[in-house]
């Protein structure tokens, strides 16, 4: 199992920008894929961004392609999430997370996903 511990989340205006990261222990790091996720109230949890083992690859939800990027370094086993011109209809927790197996490419669904961080708010003032 990893352990995962997000930071970087807080309030910011519209338009703003906002730095994730998400910091790993407890298993290879570099080995497998990670995502992040974001989930408001009383809604379900949305796919935002992943990236393989390596960070070669990258995969966006359509509404965040252009404003937000994901990075990783293996060698501070941490992984990152740049996002800006944030919008208020973005604000929610944001979780990072850990493949199960190890894939070539990037994952997007929630069931690839067997390990969470504990979620940083993300809020966006309009």
């Known amino acids: 199992q990893v352990q995962l511990v997000e930071s970087g989340g807080g309030l910011v205006q519209t338009g703003g920008s906002l730095r994730l990261s998400c910091a790993a222990s407890?298993?290879?790091?570099?080995?497998?894929?990670m995502g992040w996720f974001r989930q408001a109230p009383g809604k379900e949890r949305d796919f935002v961004a992943a990236?393989?083992?390596?960070?070669?690859?990258?995969n966006y939800a359509d509404s965040v392609k252009g404003r937000f990027t994901i990075s990783r370094d293996n060698a501070k086993n941490t992984m990152y999430l740049q996002m800006n011109s944030l919008k208020p209809e973005e604000t929610a927790t944001y979780y990072c997370?850990?493949?199960?197996?190890?894939?070539?490419?990037?994952?997007?669904?929630?069931?690839?996903?067997?390990?969470w961080g504990q979620g940083t708010q993300v809020t966006v003032s309009s």
């Open positions: 990236i393989n083992y390596s960070g070669g690859s990258t």
């Open positions: 407890g298993r290879t790091f570099s080995r497998y894929g």
């Open positions: 997370a850990a493949n199960t197996k190890q894939w070539l490419l990037p994952r997007i669904a929630v069931a690839d996903f067997g390990s």
